[in-house]
């Protein structure tokens, strides 16, 4: 028998080789420790060092276990009994074999990692160099594209500079064109008025002289002619100015397109000579998700196509009128001449108005004006009629309005409410039949106003025809115009 608190001699037959197995799992050594100390309630942490927080616990609970429990770490290290290893009064630590598996799994999970570390950095170094190849070449690309953009916009500027001098071109030859026309229908108001002044003074006749001659004819077909001849040169300046908005408004294109590409081709080339070292580059984040596009590549140079076609066609368009409107003029002012011409033969005659037609226009002029009154006085009672209803209008409308100040369930639709609402309808249509009604008298009389207007003018006008005067007339077309002023050259 050995004394108490005695060295107990260990024995070892030899050493156990390593195992390459696992350490067993933590809830396994648990388990064994409970199977071997049934009367402890340990646990035990093997995620610490080794020195277990059940140690602790057990010797908290139990002080004579050791010099590290709560109770003996009061006691003076002087006075401290050395410590006694005695396996009857500590539980098993780990075995040879559990260290043997723990340094193997230590190395094999370090060799593991140094060899996934050292493949993750080939790849990495690869696909960085791949990255960066693939990336210069989009890059190469994409200057290559930019180059060839400002390649095709140059293009473009040119044929656009080119029609556009064409186009400025035409549009001031259309312009004088114009204005040639424009003086030639100012010059034609002369002989028109000659003319005119010569019929105006020719109706002053009275008595037997009062006939419809030749020469009367012949002014009256100066007057066509003249009047022609007008109306074929407003049509051309009509023509004319609608044709120059299309010219400008082809020109207009032309130079905003211009502008575009001028525009485009300072941005193009700007990226274009953009390097990596480059000044004012900077991140733009969700730039590429941004599609501010409006057309393609074949829509944007039929665009420019399309407007070079438009500027030709209207340049074209614009030379025909130009040709045109040089031999309307020719034209018109030869046959202006030559009726001239047989107006003054046959101006010896006189022609006169008949006082019968003097009669009939006084005649119209009396009974417009009697109509004029009655309308007048219809619209009065019109009017009156309006106001009248009115008033049954509002007394409905104040009625129903009323009513619907009535409380809760008295909000009944009875046959009062109804009756109010037809009465509003038909008195409201009432008022708006009186009121078309009124309107129409009111664009009657306004007719029948426009109407006594013209009767007066034509009354003045036959006033003026008891004037004659041959030499008066004969002197007054002394200042008809020449053939150049009439072609709008002075």
Known sequence: ??????????????????????????????????????????????????????????ASNYPTLGPYSSRAQRVCESTMLPFVSNRTTLFTRYTADDWYRSSLVSLQESNSSRHNSERLRVDTSRLIQDK?????????????????????????????IHELDEMIGET????????????????????????????????????????HDEAEKELMTEIDVILCGQERMRR???????????????????????????????????????RNTSEGVSYFRGVEKVDATVSVPESWAKFTDDNILRSQSERAASRKLRDDTENLLVVTANEMWNQFNKVNLAFTNRIAETADAKNKIHIHLSKTLQEIFQTEMSIESIRKAIKEKSAFLKVAQTRLDERTRRPNIELCRDMAQLRLVNEIYEVDETIQTLQKRLRDSEDTLQALVHCKATLEHELAVKANTLYIDQEKCMSMRKSYPNTLRLVGFC
């Open 1 to 58: 028998m050995e004394l108490l608190g005695s060295m107990l001699t260990a024995t070892y037959d030899r050493p156990q080789p390593a195992s390459t197995s696992f350490l067993p799992a933590i809830s396994t050594l648990t388990s064994s420790y409970r199977d071997r100390f049934p009367h402890y309630n340990l646990t035990h942490n093997l995620s610490l060092p080794w020195r277990p927080s059940t140690y602790y616990k057990t």
């Open 132 to 160: 960066y190849q693939q990336i210069r070449k989009t890059q190469a690309d994409s200057t290559q594209n930019l180059g060839e953009r400002v390649n095709d916009i140059a293009f473009w500027k040119s044929e656009i």
């Open 172 to 211: 001031n030859a259309l312009t004088d064109t114009k204005k040639r026309l424009e003086r030639a229908l100012i010059e034609a108001e002369a002989p028109l008025q000659i003319t005119r002044e010569c019929l105006f003074h020719r109706e002053k006749r009275v008595g037997i002289d009062l006939v």
């Open 236 to 274: 051309y300046l009509d023509k004319a100015i609608a044709q120059l908005a299309s010219d400008r408004a082809a020109q207009h294109e032309l130079e905003r397109d211009l502008s575009d590409k001028q525009t485009a081709f300072r941005i193009d080339d700007k990226c274009k000579d953009l």
